[in-house]
């Protein structure tokens, strides 16, 4: 099992590497005569591509989603509607400038997995991180995006935003804010602060990290029990992002600190008093919105001097170069809104299939 493909009913197999010729997913278990609007689809690519949302990296990917198979577009109607065949979804890489990474070849860069990649597949591949690289990230924000569509049938609906940068924090809730500034921060006052905070950061040539809220209209009924509870697939598919480190649901881990009287949901005929669990009960969705907040850590590739070894295991100090941003933020949020959607995509069709048993 080699790990390049999420769920179970709405099946993703992302490929591609950072440097190679582009990047990509095959999406199997789409259902037919989905209208997919290609500025929809193309509006997710432009949140995350590099350079967009004032991102720091200078890599000009035009991120370009080209649509190979699956779909058709009918008679006298402007989209094409899935055919519920695979769909074959490419992203060419058209500004990899892989000699950026010659002086790397033999060293292991401190926060990256190239150390691990090594030791599990015995190539060293040195053009940038391959498949570690959140160059991957475009190929799953593209299967998103059609499961958007898929979702949008059913008025389920998925928003992430930031609510810490760089130590930074987001006591406002504003959705209506998120549009006004880069980060995507539901608290103007907020928003100037991480500005500033990143801007530090740039000029010191480090990097921060932060976290992500993602909340979800979801009806009451989607999950499974046991192994393939709802938050466990949700916090799988946030997990394999390789900027998260960290996934809680609802209150997380302030449950810790509370009484039962006071974790506790009170349920009253109008709905529930309070969202601690986050939407989610017994690992089914309870119809309140799902709440969700990942833990992204600061981007790996800084200019400052770090320790690492060679491939001979030699000590030696390594100056990452290339081409990076000051954080994961806010080209991580889509990525996040695309998770989430596959996954609640994923249980939408299970769900259906109990529901709706095919004879």
Known sequence: MAGNTFGKAFRVTTWGESHGTGVGAVIDGCPPGIVLDPAVLQAEMDKR????????????????????????????????????????????????????????????????????????????DHRGGGRASARETAARVAAGAIAKQVLDQTGIDVLAYTV??????ATERNLEEISNNRFFCPDAEAAEAM????????????????IVEIVADCPAG???PVFDKLEAELAHGLMSIGAVKGVEIGAGFRVAEMLGSENNDAITPEGF??????????????????????????????????????????????QVGGRHDISAIPRIIPVCEAMVRLTLCDHLLRHMSIVFPQE
């Open 195 to 210: 500005e500033k905070r990143v801007d530090e950061v740039r000029k010191a040539n480090d990097t921060v990290g932060g």
């Open 273 to 318: 008093d309070g969202n601690n669990a986050g939407g989610i009960l017994a690992g089914i969705s309870s119809g309140n919105e799902i709440v969700i907040r990942v833990a992204v850590k600061p981007i790996p590739s800084i200019s400052k001097k770090q320790q690492t070894v060679n491939l001979d295991n030699e000590a030696v100090t390594v």
């Open 49 to 124: 591509k590099p350079g967009q949302g004032g991102a720091s990296s200078p890599r000009k990917e035009p991120d370009k989603l080209e649509i190979l198979s699956g779909i058709f577009t009918p008679e006298g109607e402007e989209f094409p509607r899935t055919t519920g065949t695979p769909i074959s979804l490419a992203i060419y890489n058209t500004d990899a400038h892989s000699k950026s990474y010659d002086n790397l070849r033999d060293i292991f860069r401190p926060g990256h997995g190239d150390i691990t990649y090594l030791a599990k597949y015995g190539i060293r």
């Open 164 to 169: 810490a940068l760089g130590g930074v924090k």
């Open 222 to 224: 989607l999950g499974e």
